[in-house]
């Protein structure tokens, strides 16, 4: 097991190695500072079930070690913890930022008119139903009226979003907006001069490196229908990436 998880990251780091040699990838500095509250990372770091379980049992685990959460405010007003939905063995995950009224409604992330411009995106351009693919959000709780999620509540959210990264282990990621690359990829950049550029996302706490493509969230392309054309490229760049590194339909 050590040895493959040695032989693929070494593959990893050289396909990286390669595509930053191309200038394809923008890697951004990685966090030496964790801010994760200590007692969630803790929390998850000792259930080894989530270390070493990949997959559905890996999500489970995670899904079990969040049981009830109320680690931050967002438990007060919410009504389902929206977790994500998909396929747990998925090539590509697809990070959103939170859940809106729908997904707290349906307890699902995307579900209102921008989950239905997500679809017709997914399937149009990428040719990938939501259930070829894992859909999940930076926090899982609705944030109340709609806001954005604070600092504090991206800290108390982010250990669980990274164990699902590792229990999914996908091939590429799609982030969908500003608030969600900015949490995932601690910057400050927006997503204006980021979108389209494919970026490095590192997991501190394990050897998973995974290539992220910022682009538009479809709430914002429902507002901003002039930009649509934007992001249809993105997607084009990220098929094409999605089928050259082998990424099952
Ligand atoms: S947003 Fe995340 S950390 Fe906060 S209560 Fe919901 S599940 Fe827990």
């Given at each position: 097991m050590r040895d493959e998880l040695n032989a693929l990251a070494a593959d990893l780091l050289a396909a990286v190695g390669d595509l930053q040699a191309r200038g394809a990838l923008v890697?951004?500095?990685?966090?030496?500072?964790?801010?994760?509250?200590?007692?969630?990372?803790?929390?998850?770091?000792?259930?080894?079930?989530?270390?070493?379980?990949?997959?559905?049992?890996?999500?489970?685990?995670?899904?079990?070690?969040?049981?009830?959460?109320?680690?931050?405010?967002?438990?007060?007003?919410?009504?389902?913890?929206?977790?994500?939905?998909g396929d747990p063995s998925a090539d590509l995950v697809v990070i959103g930022e939170g859940p809106g009224e729908q997904e707290d409604l349906q307890g699902e992330p995307f579900v209102g008119p921008a989950g239905q411009m997500l679809d017709k995106m997914l399937e149009n351009v990428l040719g990938l139903r939501r259930d070829q693919v894992y859909i999940l959000n930076v926090v899982k709780c609705r944030p109340p009226r709609n806001r954005n999620p604070l600092p504090e509540e991206v800290d108390a959210c982010m250990p669980f979003l990274r164990a699902q990264l590792r229990a999914l282990r996908p091939k590429l990621g799609l982030v969908l907006g500003s608030v969600a690359y900015k949490a995932l990829l601690q910057t400050t950049q927006g997503i204006t001069r980021s979108r389209g550029r494919w970026h490095v996302w590192r997991d501190p706490h394990s050897d998973l490196v995974l290539p992220v493509l910022p682009t538009f969230h479809p709430a914002y392309l429902l507002r901003q229908p002039q930009d649509k054309r934007l992001t249809f490229a993105d997607l084009k760049d990220l098929r094409a990436r999605y089928d050259q590194e082998g990424g099952r339909r």
């Open positions: 890697d951004l500095p990685r966090a030496e500072v964790d801010t994760a509250p200590q007692a969630a990372w803790a929390s998850l770091a000792a259930t080894s079930r989530t270390e070493v379980l990949v997959g559905e049992g890996g999500m489970r685990a995670v899904r079990d070690e969040l049981g009830d959460c109320s680690r931050c405010d967002l438990c007060k007003a919410r009504k389902n913890i929206v977790f994500g939905v």
